[in-house]
């Protein structure tokens, strides 16, 4: 009949739409970011970016302090004697004065290293952060991406299981086909549309997530990345630790500097009054301490210890590190054998469609079963879009454990 001939062209229609179209899974917007701008824009809300301040306050008070000679607080003496209740001889000493500690040239140089040591630690806290905030990145762009991808193939899922329910059910109402067929159809529309109703979520939560941290509604124009070639030396979080124990060697250096203390000076002035004889003069002293107390060795065993905790941290991030490369490489791998073998169970699960569209024609297999080969048709072309992102997300994962901050090769 002309109608049955039309039900299975419109069954060919809807396979080939599916065999074929790509699910367009890219952000669009009038304005696209780079990845660049993104870092910026991430960077702005970033909570840890106050640390910087912090960083350079630290580091200027270090420097103000090294730039000069008071070491502590200034004490202002005011003195009395006064023989009234002993030899009453109309004896009295007044005396007033100002009582400082001051930095000796060594400990004033120890001052002035661990403030240069903050100083080159800015930069290193600024990359840190940066490669911190593009890990982040990374996963909100791939998590969109991703989440995009998987809204858009079950949008075309549901709109070709309308199409079928739609066509089963003008074949049921004609008598063409079993009320079985029609229930069957429905129960797959229903099924896809609870789905697209899960993915609708996902997506929403992933650009919503997106929006959030960089302000904007569209990706980049493409977020897929190359591998990148950093020098495993400069890698942000060893640098950060590196910077860390040389701050560790600094701070010990300095108190070893203080072993003895700092001297304090004394300037004042004094009346001495004896009966009717006054006597003015200026007075100055100088205390010196000894270095002998026991305090001095507690802290530097603990700076000490300080030391060997940074160093370890240093050598387990470098073996972490190289872990994690060569995992991340294991992945890549992986994934590419896996990209090669969804393309070809997608090509069979083509042919097989083909084949079955053909043997429905001739009468050979029901409704029931060009439906089930047809959904293997759909979800081989998920697969194999997935393996695509996947591979992508993959790449920028490495690229991440490598020390890549984005925009620095990937603008």
Same mark, same amino acid.
């Given at each position: 009949m002309p109608l049955k001939k039309t039900f299975r062209k419109s069954i060919l229609s809807l396979t080939v739409l599916f065999a074929f179209s790509i699910p367009p899974v890219s952000a669009n917007d009038a304005s696209q970011p780079t990845f660049t701008d993104l870092l910026q824009a991430y960077t702005q809300q970033q909570p840890q970016q106050q640390t910087l301040s912090g960083l350079q306050a630290l580091q200027q008070a270090q420097k103000k302090q090294a730039n000069g000679w008071i070491a502590g607080d200034i004490n202002m003496v005011l003195h009395h004697e006064n023989d009234a209740l002993t030899d009453d001889n109309d004896a009295q000493n007044w005396q007033v004065g100002a009582e400082f500690p001051i930095w000796l040239p060594s400990q004033k140089q120890g001052l002035s290293d661990l403030a240069d040591v903050y100083q080159q630690s800015f930069p290193i806290e600024q990359a840190y952060l940066s490669w911190q905030a593009s890990g982040i990145l990374r996963q909100l762009i791939w998590d969109y991406q991703i989440a995009s991808a998987e809204f858009s193939i079950a949008q075309q899922t549901l709109t070709t299981s309308k199409q079928l329910l739609e066509s089963v059910q003008k074949q049921v109402a004609l008598g063409e086909s079993a009320l079985i067929?029609?229930?069957?159809?429905? %129960?797959?529309?229903?099924?896809?549309?609870?789905a697209l109703i899960k993915q609708q979520s996902q997506f929403d939560m992933a650009k919503q997530a997106y929006q959030k941290w960089t302000g904007f509604n569209a990706l980049p124009t493409t977020i897929v990345e190359t591998k990148a070639k950093v020098d495993f030396e400069q890698h942000p979080d060893i640098l950060l630790l590196e910077s860390q124990l040389a701050l560790a060697n600094a701070t010990l250096r300095q108190?070893?500097? %203080?072993?003895?203390?700092?001297?304090?000076?004394?300037?004042?002035?004094q009346q001495d009054k004896l009966a009717s004889q006054t006597d003015t003069s200026l007075v100055m002293e100088v205390s010196i301490p000894l270095g002998v107390s026991s305090e001095f060795g507690v802290?530097?065993?603990?700076?000490?210890?300080?030391? %060997?905790?940074? %160093?370890?941290?240093v050598e387990q991030a470098k073996k972490s590190i190289l872990l994690a490369q060569q995992q991340a490489e294991q992945r890549l791998i992986q994934l590419q054998f896996s990209l090669d073998l969804t393309a070809q169970q997608q090509n069979l699960a083509q042919q097989a469609l083909e084949m079955s569209l053909k043997a429905y024609k001739l009468g050979a297999i029901t409704v029931q079963n060009l439906l089930l080969i047809q959904q293997q048709a759909i979800d081989a072309k998920r697969n194999a879009v997935l393996a695509q992102h996947q591979f992508g997300q993959a790449t920028a994962n490495y690229n991440q454990i490598s020390g890549d901050i984005l925009g620095a090769t990937h603008p």
């Open positions: 067929d029609g229930v069957l159809a429905e %129960q797959t529309f229903l099924n896809h549309k609870a108190i070893e500097t %203080q072993k003895t203390g700092q001297p304090s000076l004394y300037f004042g002035a802290q530097k065993a603990q700076q000490k210890l300080q030391i %060997q905790r940074n %160093q370890a941290s």
